[in-house]
T-cell receptor
Framework: EDKVVQSPLSLVVHEGDTVTLNCSYE??????LLWYKQEKKAPTFLFML????IEKKSGRLSSILDKKELFSILNITATQTGDSAVYLC??????????FGKGTSLLVTP | KAGVTQTPRYLIKTRGQQVTLSCSPI?????VSWYQQTPGQGLQFLFE???????NKGNFPGRFSGRQFSNSRSEMNVSTLELGDSALYLC???????????????????FGEGSRLTVL
């Protein structure tokens, strides 16, 4: 059975800290690993990773995929209170479904 | 352009009733997926539709069903509601589904804000 596990489940940091969120996956016919940010309702897309070892960056956020170890990390540098959210990792297979982890709840305190 | 629109946003039902939720995808998107989100299980895939055809279905009982219309709008129905069906139901659209990356499509899903169902 396909499985996506995120750690930690929750995290509290101070503004300015750097955080690393982890995602391990076991997805049959794996195609891509996606990261989403969910603040209140609609998850919003952050990254899609398909190739191993290639870092994707967007501002203070970056992510990388290790297809050998079936692992991805999401880094957030110089955190801000606006980064407080649930970060979701999902593995996509060759079908049309995403297998989501349960998310990491990040709280950034002033 | 307008995002994914889900209606109703909130609803309360009692056990045994049935409910229909609606999703209008982003204009031009032909793939619509549905997910159930609960605190205990997280986001779980329900089904995906493309050009009025269900291409994939998650591990949910037959009480959960859906359909897609020729204009790509989609509905999902839950019959004989149970307390455990209380959840946020999220709809997501993409150009063609299947995580395909093309010049026009970066493969991600665009989510609506969801329909919050409470079953009493």
């Amino acid at each position: 059975e396909d499985k996506v596990v995120q750690s930690p489940l929750s995290l509290v940091v101070h503004e300015g800290d750097t955080v690393t969120l982890n995602c391990s996956y076991e997805v049959t016919n794996f195609r891509s690993l996606l990261w989403y940010k969910q603040e209140k309702k609609a998850p919003t897309f952050l990254f899609m990773l398909t190739s191993s070892g290639i870092e994707k960056k967007s501002g203070r956020l970056s992510s990388i995929l290790d297809k050998k170890e079936l692992f991805s990390i999401l880094n957030i540098t110089a955190t801000q209170t606006g980064d407080s959210a649930v970060y979701l990792c999902a593995g996509g297979d060759s079908g049309y479904a995403l297998n989501f982890g349960k998310g990491t709840s990040l709280l950034v305190t002033p | 352009k307008a995002g994914v629109t889900q209606t109703p946003r909130y609803l309360i039902k009692t056990r045994g009733q049935q409910v229909t939720l609606s999703c209008s995808p982003i204009s031009g998107h032909r793939s619509v997926s549905w997910y159930q989100q609960t605190p205990g299980q997280g986001l779980q895939f329900l089904f995906e539709y493309f050009s009025e055809t269900q291409r994939n279905k998650g591990n949910f009982p037959g009480r959960f069903s859906g359909r897609q219309f020729s204009n790509s709008r989609s509905e999902m129905n839950v019959s004989t509601l149970e307390l455990g069906d209380s959840a946020l139901y999220l709809c997501a659209s993409s150009l063609r589904g299947g995580l395909e990356i093309t010049k026009m499509n970066t493969g991600e899903l665009f989510f609506g804000e969801g329909s919050r169902l409470t079953v009493l």
